[in-house]
């Protein structure tokens, strides 16, 4: 398979999009659905032809760069519709392509029902389409295109339903919070191209270690403006309030956010750009101490939650929060690694609670589930699967070995510290507690809710394919004390540098066991905590309402931000510059009306006045 | 005569819309349809022609007019086309001819309506044409008496008073810019002995390279500039515009933001800039200020209003300072920048006020409150109105996105602190354009009876508009070689200037 079909990968699901937009009244939903998963599946058959060409012969210099036009080439600045082929746009490309199908394949059992099946599916189409722009761009403004792309499908999609006016206020907050971030990363890309001359990503990263080697401030700033944009996207603090209340859209829409796009751009981005991150070592462990405090609290947050998909949202933030920090400590392919192998459990995840959420005719509250093993086999074994995986349970699953990896670079890399290892190491228990929470209330125990709709075909197929994937994808990266398997890492190598690790091998299986025993440990305590004995619906109060509104940050922002800008608009509602312009109108009213009080037809006031000006004008001459 | 043709063809059809109507009330909009097809293909036959040899003219000038007028004052009938002239030239055209088809449907002395809408965009062509400073009032003038009839006669309830609010504001900045006018011509003969009111003679006297900001080219130039930031418009300039706006019929307002708002930003470019370079640069600083304050405030203002037109309308307010601030950074990417956002801004406005007529037409409100839910009840339009908001709160790969990122690109070297405060204006977008489409699209639907949806005539009229955005979005390298050479010798000439001002050849 040639290299030259790569701008066909994101320009597939692209036609699928607009052949649904324009076609949306006159195809059936069936056919409607049909083009929607073959545009997405068409793109990831020719990712992997490609994927597997570029393994077996890689091009000269390990990169392929299709340009396919030019697109802004004006007075010395230069974009270019340039595709870039090499094992990071492979993989990332690969993920969303390959978990993107399975979720279209899957909506199509969802949204089976749904009269707008047309509308959601050229959303879908769309929203892959953008990811992979993203992520295949060669160009920085192009990589901004598609960001913002995705950020109006998420909008696009959380706001699906859209006759709820809270499922628009949900997308709303979503796309307005992004674009703050957003907002900085094109702030970032003015100064970079201003200060280096160039957008073109290679060039801007060779051009950063020659120019800002000695000089950390510029660097700094730059990398300060990309990291707002990435917290953005990938919903890490202080930009992280967005992704609960996006659970709004339909349930393949949360797993396309939060498996396959959307959400691990800006880890891909920070990935991408990891050389200028290097040159600014403050901001690099600021994305650390970022990643290990959203961790944490999301995995607090996630502890309390009621709301099956709620739980699952801040679960997603607090794996991104993994990611950021290894990519802080400099385990840039570790960070990969986790993207890759969460996007399979965790879309695996949203997948089985969408199957249990239609079957149970809509509900969300894990305490009104109950009793699932029977009902709902399918569902029970793959949310097993995934949650395993989530909770990095020990040797069998592919969570294991990417957070186990990320947790030991994270001790033993250069630039990492106890203190993250410690973060990471609570955040793995608590991981393993909220997942098995939500497991042992929702799946067990008593039926509360009675089911109304089984799975077909199209919906257990991505749950058995993601569900193995899940299990397996850990084994192409093991680490030394099991083997060391390193594929991975050597794939990814020569676009992301390893981190300087020396450390005996006997420390590394002591931290290992101490990994596999805070994963058991969460497991055991949810099922001694909501297995053992009946469980009650949390009550309200103290610390735990507290996480349960995600730390008060939605207040903080409402009463500090939004209350004050909506305030503002009201009273500036009737433009303040009106009114000097309303006085000068009214001066000019009132002028006339008293001159024309004087004009009132009464032949006394016209002499009184006549003799009153001539005894001016006689008294101006004589005494001039 | 092919300059000629695009002052003299709209006049006469005007004449004519209005004589045919004897003949029945469609003949009218007949013969501005065909007026308005003519002078397009007219703009789209000399684009083509543009890089070929079929063009004569001395250095950028593609097409040149030159007849005397009135000889003892200097004054000369002079038209000519830059690739400036001809992008806003090709504007007009195209909006021209969608202000028809959204007046389709007049009812109300039909003759009269076209005659006034025809002679408002003849004196706009003349406008972007004009390069005798007289002649150039004189078209100001010619545009705005038949714009203020279209929104007194066809506008809706406070009719009156917009036309009157918006006559007042024009006149008295056109009588600032007849001074200024004649401020300048008079100097300029004091100090070389021949009165001229030509663009190229007044370019060679120079007087702008030596006065500074508070000298006589100074306060001519700052005559100059408040004429036309008023049009453009600029805060605090700007409150004829959100009642014109909205009370004016769709036809009008299509034409007031589409193209009448950027005679203003063209008459920055290309006179008050290369006439004063020096005054212009000391008071950059300032203009490039208002232009900020203009993009949030409009901003913020659109955020609160609950009247869907007066929304639209002040989000001009907003996309208009990103213009302001890109000529007074008088950079090339900048200057580019402005000319696209230019475009792009009237392509996708005046999209939203063919919609919000299209709505008001319908539903007979644009109160927000009342409307909702239109989704499910005129699909098109709705998908038509997401799109047009989303390209006007700068989504990439739609017009808008490439002005404004190459007017940041461009400001920044000159301004990075301006630059970051303009940028957080698309975070402001982002807010009033989702409302919108929030509150008149997405939600339950209201109590409004179900409307149609758009018909033949509306789609294609606004796909053309879509398909236009998305083309100057994503292939925007026509648009920079055509304005390329115009706005290069544009700056050369300010860079001379401000060379002799140094005292020496550069």
């Known amino acids: 398979m040639s290299f030259h079909l790569l701008p066909l990968v994101p320009l597939l699901p692209l036609a699928g999009f607009l052949w649904l937009a324009l076609g949306a009244g006159r195809l059936t939903r069936r056919s409607a659905a049909r083009i929607g998963v073959s545009s997405v599946a068409i793109a990831a058959l020719l990712v992997i032809a490609i994927g597997t060409r570029f393994l077996v012969e890689p091009p000269d210099a390990g990169a392929h760069v299709q340009t396919l036009g030019a697109w802004l080439r004006v007075a010395g600045f230069q974009a270019d519709f340039a595709f870039r082929l090499d094992p990071l746009s492979l993989v990332l490309s ?80 979503a796309f307005v919070m992004t674009r703050v971030g957003d907002t900085a990363f094109l702030i970032g890309l003015l100064l970079l191209f201003s200060q280096l001359g160039s957008t073109r990503i290679t060039e801007l990263m060779e051009r950063a270690t020659a120019m800002w080697a000695s000089e950390p401030t510029l660097a700094s700033v730059a990398a300060l403006l990309l990291l707002a944009g990435a917290v953005g996207k990938s919903a890490q603090l202080p930009l992280q309030t967005w992704l609960p209340d996006a659970m709004a859209g339909p349930t393949p829409v949360s797993a396309l956010i939060h498996a396959a796009t959307m959400v691990t751009a800006g880890v891909y981005l920070i990935a991408r750009t990891h050389v200028l991150f290097e040159l600014a070592p403050a901001v690099q462990n ?18 309390v939650q009621t709301d099956i998909k709620r739980i699952l949202a801040y679960s997603t933030m607090s794996q991104i929060g993994y990611m950021f920090l290894a990519l802080g400590v400099g385990a840039w392919s570790a960070a990969i690694f986790h993207l890759f192998t969460h996007a399979f459990f965790k879309a695996l995840l949203f997948l089985s609670a969408g199957v249990v959420i239609v079957a149970l005719h809509h509900e969300q509250n894990i305490f009104r589930m109950g009793d699932l093993r029977r009902r709902l086999p399918a569902a029970f074994w793959s949310f097993l699967v995934g949650a395993a995986a989530l909770a990095a349970l020990p040797l069998v699953t592919a969570g294991f070995y990417s957070k186990d990896l990320i947790l030991w670079q994270a001790y033993a890399a250069e630039n990492g510290s106890l203190w993250f290892w410690l973060a990471g190491w609570v955040g793995a228990f608590v991981t393993a507690l909220y997942i098995f929470r939500l497991f042992f209330i929702a799946f067990t125990g008593e039926p509360k809710t009675p089911i109304r709709r089984t799975p077909e075909w199209t919906a257990l197929a991505p749950l058995w394919a993601l569900g193995i994937l899940s299990l397996v994808a850990g084994f192409v990266e093991m680490p030394a004390t099991l083997g060391g ?68 940050f939605d207040l903080a922002y409402e009463r500090l931000v939004v209350h004050p800008t909506v305030c503002t608009a009201h009273w500036a509602r009737h433009d303040l510059f009106e009114r000097p312009y309303d006085r000068l109108a009214g001066l000019a009213r009132s002028l006339h009306r008293g001159l024309a009080t004087t004009q009132n037809g009464r032949v006394r006031w016209y002499a009184g006045g006549i003799a009153a000006g001539s005894a001016v004008a006689f008294a101006l001459v004589l005494l001039a | ?57 001395q250095g950028d000038w593609f097409l040149e007019l030159q007849a005397d007028w009135f000889p003892r004052f200097g004054i000369g009938f002079h038209l000519a086309m830059d690739g400036l002239a001809l992008l806003m030239v090709l504007l007009t055209a195209l909006l021209g001819l969608m202000a028809v088809v959204s007046a389709w449907h007049v009812r109300e002395r039909p003759g009269f309506f076209f005659f006034n809408l025809l002679l408002t965009l003849a004196g706009v062509f003349g406008v972007f044409l004009a390069l005798d400073l007289f002649l150039f009032f004189f078209l100001w003038e010619a545009m705005l008496v038949p714009m203020y009839f279209l929104i007194a006669v066809w506008g809706y309830e406070r009719r009156r008073y917009a036309a009157l609010k918006f006559f007042l504001f024009t006149q008295a900045s056109g009588l600032l810019m007849l001074v200024s006018i004649i401020a300048l011509a008079l100097v300029v003969q004091r100090e070389t002995g021949v009165l001229t009111f030509d663009y190229f003679r007044l370019l060679e006297a120079a007087i702008g390279s030596r006065g500074t900001l508070f000298s006589a080219a100074g306060w001519i130039m700052l005559g100059f500039f408040v004429a036309f930031t008023v049009k453009l418009p600029i805060v605090p300039f700007h409150p004829w515009l959100p009642d014109a706006h909205t009370q004016a019929p769709t036809a009008a307002s299509v034409l007031l933001a589409g193209i009448l708002l950027k005679t203003g930003a063209y008459g920055l470019i290309r006179f008050v800039v290369p006439l004063f370079p020096a005054a212009s640069m000391e008071f950059a600083p300032v203009a490039m200020s208002l232009g900020v304050v203009g993009i949030l405030y409009g901003a913020l203002l659109a955020i609160g209003q609950r009247d869907l037109k007066r929304l639209v309308a002040y989000t001009s307010v907003s996309h208009m300072g990103f213009v302001m601030l890109a000529i007074f950074a ?142 100057v979005g994503l292939y925007p390298s026509p648009l920079f070689e055509t304005a390329g050479p115009a706005l290069t010798w544009l700056r050369d000439i300010v860079d001379l200037q401000m060379a002799l001002a140094r005292g020496g050849w550069p």
């Open chain 1, 94 to 173: 690969f993920v969303v392509t390959f978990v993107g199908f399975w979720i279209h394949l899957y909506s199509a059992f969802y949204m089976a029902e749904d009269e707008a099946i047309a509308r959601f599916f050229a959303y879908m189409n769309l929203f892959v389409a953008a990811m992979l722009i993203l992520v295949l761009a060669d160009d920085l403004l192009l990589l901004y295109l598609g960001w913002e792309g995705v950020g109006l499908c998420s909008y696009l999609l959380i706001g699906f339903w859209y006759r709820d006016p809270a499922n628009g206020y949900a997308a709303r907050k």
């Open chain 2, 330 to 471: 008088w950079t090339e990417l900048a200057l580019q920048g402005a000319v696209v956002q230019m475009i792009a801004h009237g392509l996708s406005t005046g999209a939203l006020f063919m919609l919000v007529g299209a709505l008001q037409e319908r539903l007979h409100t644009r109160d927000l409150n009342a409307m909702g839910g239109l989704w499910s009840q005129v699909p098109r339009l709705a998908a038509l109105g997401l799109f047009f908001a989303v390209a006007s709160l700068g989504l990439p790969g739609l017009g808008n996105f490439v002005g404004e990122f190459l007017i940041l690109l461009g400001s920044w070297p000159v301004s990075a602190g301006l630059t970051v405060t303009a940028a957080l204006g698309l975070i402001a977008a982002a807010v009033y354009a989702l409302l919108m489409v929030q509150r008149a699209f997405h939600g339950e639907p209201g109590s409004l009876p179900s409307p149609p949806d758009l018909g033949r005539r509306e789609m294609t009229a606004l796909s053309t508009l879509a398909i236009s955005l998305i083309g």
């Open chain 1, 485 to 552: 398997v390193t594929l991975f890492r050597a794939l990814l190598e020569p676009v992301l540098p390893l981190p300087d690790v020396h450390a005996p091998l006997t420390v590394e299986a002591m931290f290992q066991l101490l990994s596999m025993a805070a994963s058991l440990a969460g497991i055991a305590l949810a099922w001694l905590l909501y297995r053992h004995r009946p469980v009650m619906a949390p009550t309200s109060g103290g610390i735990t309402e507290y996480w349960r509104e995600g730390w008060g």
């Open chain 2, 1 to 57: 005569m092919s300059l000629l043709l695009f002052v003299a063809l709209p006049v006469a059809a005007a004449v004519l819309a209005w004589l045919s109507e004897r003949r029945g009330p469609d003949w009218p909009r007949r013969v501005a349809l065909t007026a308005g097809a003519l002078l397009l293909g007219h703009a789209l036959y000399l684009w083509a022609l543009t890089g070929t040899d079929r063009f004569i003219g």
């Open chain 1, 286 to 303: 600021l994305v650390a101490v970022i990643g290990a405090l959203t961790l944490l609290l999301a995995g607090f947050s996630a502890v």
